[in-house]
């Protein structure tokens, strides 16, 4: 089974099941989705005050939810799966504590969704999708207190990690389509502007597979008066 913890945002909650729908579809393993929501995380308590979602944090916590234990992914809510989640899965390395990708770019955009400010900082966006090595003994740092008393740079640039445990993942994983155009290899799409489900991301490149996979999302197949389907 793939644990698999999905940033959930209650402002954009579509973007949380379109992504997970596309998950199920894809993957050839079980798999358990947990959505990051806030409510939920009894042990924690959001303090920090510039966060333009409600799960830029709480990602952080996924190793005190696995009690440092095995392998878990956290991949954010604006994201859709193209591939099979399972494979991503396979390119664990136990040498490693954490694996992302290692983006290197300058954004496009000054701002991104509902306007919030769309900062350049070093390793932007390496945690958007991130294995987790739970049980790795550098982990065990990142305890619910760690986070809540930690700043967005010492966290998102793993900071408490020496760069060898850093493991790479290749850019198909997390691929940007708003940021770098359209990649029809592309494993994994990212919509870190903005989901198209906000009307000003809605013709985004490569939206129309968001929008197809939100109508997926909404499928019910319907009995006709004379009994077909």
């Keep these: 089974m793939i644990p698999i913890f999905v940033g959930f945002d209650p402002r954009e909650a579509i973007a949380f099941h379109v992504c997970a729908n596309s998950i199920i579809r894809k993957s050839t393993d079980v798999v358990a989705i947990s959505p990051l929501a806030l409510n939920n995380l009894r042990e924690y308590t959001e303090s920090h005050t510039d966060a333009s979602n409600e ?3 709480s990602r952080f916590l996924v190793p005190h939810l696995m009690k440092y234990e095995g392998w878990a992914l956290f991949i954010d809510g604006d994201m859709i799966l ?6 991503l899965w ?5 040498s490693k504590a954490v694996m992302c990708v290692h983006h290197d770019y300058k954004t496009k955009a000054g701002t991104k969704y509902l306007g919030s400010v769309n900062q350049d900082y070093p390793r932007k966006n390496w945690s958007s999708v991130v294995l987790w090595n739970c049980g790795h003994p550098k982990n065990s740092i990142v305890t619910p207190e760690f986070v809540a008393r930690s700043t967005g740079a010492q966290l998102h640039r793993f900071t408490w990690l020496d760069d ?3 493991g790479k993942l290749p850019i198909e994983w997390n691929w940007l389509p708003d940021e770098f155009g359209e990649n029809q ?3 994994l799409l990212h919509f870190t502007l903005g989901t198209p489900s906000f009307h000003e991301y809605a013709d985004a490149p490569m ?3 968001w929008h197809r996979e ?5 499928h019910c197949l319907q009995r ?3 009994g077909s389907y």
């Design 224 to 226: 006709e008066p004379d």
């Design 214 to 218: 939100n109508m997926l999302t909404q």
């Design 207 to 209: 939206a129309s597979e």
């Design 90 to 94: 396979a390119l664990r390395d136990e």
């Design 164 to 166: 060898s445990l850093i």
């Design 55 to 57: 799960f830029v944090y």
């Design 82 to 87: 193209r591939d099979d989640i399972a494979k």
């Design 185 to 187: 290899d592309a494993k």
